[in-house]
């Protein structure tokens, strides 16, 4: 099971959104000296907690979590994985029965540069081949740090020890031309990329994500 949303969180007043968010995250919030990347954080745990309360009603919300061994963050009290990420004007979430990593990134000027220093070499040079460079460094991009979310190890897994295949369909990521039993999928959005990676043995069909309307993550 995997439900992955996402949402635009312009129209957003951070002073309604308290009674929805956990204290440490309206805390965390407010440390923010720019008003965009207030939005930003509530709307993301706003997006996790209105999805919960469809997958899982019985769980208490806000949601309690908790940091795991290397930074992961965990539901307690559910079995239930979940990944946040946002950028741009958009956050977005992923909730699976497995664990799960998520990315949403704004396409701005793709940084060949990077890829071709830190990224593996036939992600590059599928990149370098593209029609339309700027999509493809964002789409590996996103499924690349969504495959490191999933595992919950952030960058102590060097990009380039790892290859996510984009001529496959769907992705797969490959380590020593090893496929990884891991799920990817991804999705453009406007001008974002949207990727997901799940725990799974086999390839999955896909999940389409759902944009989700910020008012109603502010109802009872």
């Not at 709307?43 to 061994?69: I, S």
């Amino acid at each position: 099971m995997i439900a992955l949303s996402y949402m635009d969180v312009t129209q957003m007043d951070t002073a309604q959104c308290r009674p929805y968010v956990s204290p440490q995250r309206w805390q965390k919030a407010a440390g923010y000296l720019r008003e965009t990347d207030r939005k930003l954080s509530l709307g993301a745990e706003l997006l996790l907690n209105h999805k919960l309360k469809q997958l899982a009603p019985d769980l208490q919300r806000p949601a309690a979590y908790h940091a795991a061994a290397g930074g992961k963050l965990q539901l307690t009290g559910s079995r239930l994985h979940f990944s946040l990420s946002h950028s741009g004007v958009y956050v977005a979430c992923a909730i699976s029965d497995t664990s799960v990593g998520v990315d949403i990134e704004l396409e701005a000027e793709e940084d060949l540069r990077f890829a071709e220093r830190f990224f593996h070499p036939d992600e590059t040079a599928r990149i370098l081949a593209s029609p339309d460079r700027r999509s493809s460094f964002y789409q590996h991009w996103t499924l690349k740090e969504s495959y490191l979310k999933c595992l919950g190890t952030g960058l102590s897994v060097p990009l380039h020890s790892f290859c996510v295949d984009t001529a496959a369909k769907p992705p797969q990521v490959t380590r020593d031309e090893e496929r990884l039993p891991f799920a990817l999928q991804t999705w453009k959005v406007e001008n974002y990329q949207l990727a997901v990676c799940y725990q799974a043995d086999a390839p999955v069909s896909q999940c389409a994500p759902q944009k989700t309307d910020i008012r109603e993550c502010l109802m009872p």
